[in-house]
Structures are given as structure tokens and as C-alpha cells.
């Protein structure tokens, strides 16, 4: 079956970095997104990754390794508006987008 | 440019009742999806579009039917709703469905039924 494990989970401090990981079992792959959802409102695109290696945009950064079904999303200088879900989804050899549960992400002053 | 729109926002419906949601898109987009999303779980494609008059079935598509008569148009239909389908339901379209193709979605309509 195809599976996308992620945090359910996570409290970081305002100011500070936080790594939100993703792994993946998927039938094919044909890259990762990550989204963010604020509570009561629709995903929003992050970012994209199909190679391996670190795509950097302004605070957060995403990072992908295929050979080990991996990647993870990295907020810097977290701000309180950045408290939202975060959702790591996979295309699979259909092209069709394979979700995880998401990650709630907190953020205390 | 309003983007992805839903109607409506929120709908409570009766157990056998049945509805239908629009979801509008004006950015000439070829795909188009309904997904349900459930505490817990991941986003579910119900059904999809590859394009004006084409329909096929996702992941969990029992107990509803979609329409493309319009490229700008996607309906999600419920023909005899029930508890299971308490739900939060999403469209999203994107350009043509290929790699790095971002997916677009609308405000999300909140419907329960009793």
C-alpha cells in the first residue's frame, strides 16, 4: 500500500528553527510537495522537490532524499502566523497525489 | 482573478437528503479534483477530471457522482447522504496534472449530515 508518515505534532518557540519530517511509501514517485493549512482554511503550496538535495525559499527551506523515501520542511525564524498543519504529499507513478495526515505545528511566544 | 470557489461554505443535511457542491475555477486550469478531508487522516481524492466532459473515480469515490460540462466547472454530487460523509470537502485544480504541476485549491465547503 502507499503510505506518507508524518508528525502529528510539534511545539516550537517564536524565533526558533523547527524540522518537520516526512516519509514515504509510495508506488512510484514523481516528487514531494509540502502545503500549509491554516485551521478553517485550504492548503496552500510551499514548496516542490524531485531531486535530491535542499530547495531554500525565504524561512523555509525543503529538503528531499529518494533513496531513502525522506524529506523534511525547515522553518527558520518562526513567527506565530507560521502556526498551521503542514501537509507532505507525494506524486505517484499515476500522478496522482498521495497526502499524509499533517502536522500541526504550535508555535509559543 | 478570484482563483478556486466554492458553494456553499457550509451545509447540514438530513440522512437520504441529497445535494450537490460547485466548485468554479477561472484560470483555465485542464484537472480538477474533489477530496474530502477527516480529522486525522489525510486529504482523499473522491473523484477527478482530466478535462471538460471526462470524470474518473479516486480514491473513495462510493456514494458520490461529479460532472465536467464546463471546463470552469466541477459538481460534486450526493445522492442519498449519510452520517459517513460528515466531512470537509475540497476542490483544487491545477494546469495539466504533470510533474511540479501545484495543485490550487478552494475555500473547502463544511457539510454535516444528521
Known amino acids: 500500500g502507499q503510505n506518507i508518515d508524518q508528525p502529528t505534532e510539534m511545539t516550537a518557540t517564536e524565533g526558533a528553527i523547527v524540522q518537520i519530517n516526512c516519509t514515504y511509501q509510495?508506488?512510484?514517485?514523481?516528487?514531494l510537495f509540502w502545503y500549509q493549512q491554516h485551521a478553517g482554511e485550504a492548503p496552500t503550496f510551499l514548496s516542490y522537490?524531485?531531486l535530491d538535495g535542499l530547495e531554500e525559499k525565504g524561512r523555509f527551506s525543503s529538503f528531499l532524499s529518494r533513496s531513502k523515501g525522506y524529506s523534511y520542511l525547515l522553518l527558520k525564524e518562526l513567527q506565530m502566523k507560521d502556526s498551521a498543519s503542514y501537509l507532505c504529499a507525494v506524486y505517484d507513478s499515476n500522478y496522482q497525489l498521495i497526502w499524509g495526515a499533517g502536522t500541526k505545528l504550535i508555535i509559543k511566544p | 482573478n478570484a482563483g478556486v470557489t466554492q458553494t456553499p461554505k457550509f451545509r447540514v443535511l438530513k440522512t437520504g437528503q441529497s445535494m450537490t457542491l460547485l466548485c468554479a475555477q477561472d484560470?483555465?486550469?485542464?484537472?480538477m479534483y474533489w477530496y474530502r478531508q477527516d480529522p486525522g487522516m489525510g486529504l482523499r481524492l473522491i473523484h477527478y477530471s482530466v478535462g471538460e466532459g471526462t470524470t474518473a473515480k479516486g480514491e473513495v469515490p462510493d456514494g458520490y457522482n461529479v460532472s465536467r460540462l464546463k471546463k470552469q466547472n466541477f459538481l460534486l454530487g450526493l445522492e442519498s447522504a449519510a452520517p459517513s460523509q460528515t466531512s470537509v470537502y475540497f476542490c483544487?485544480?491545477?494546469?495539466?496534472?504533470?510533474?511540479?504541476?501545484?495543485?490550487?485549491f478552494g475555500p473547502g465547503t463544511r457539510l454535516t449530515v444528521l
Open positions: 509510495t508506488s512510484g514517485f514523481n516528487g
Open positions: 483544487a485544480s491545477c494546469l495539466a496534472g504533470g510533474p511540479a504541476d501545484t495543485q490550487y
Open positions: 522537490n524531485v
Open positions: 484560470m483555465n486550469h485542464e484537472y
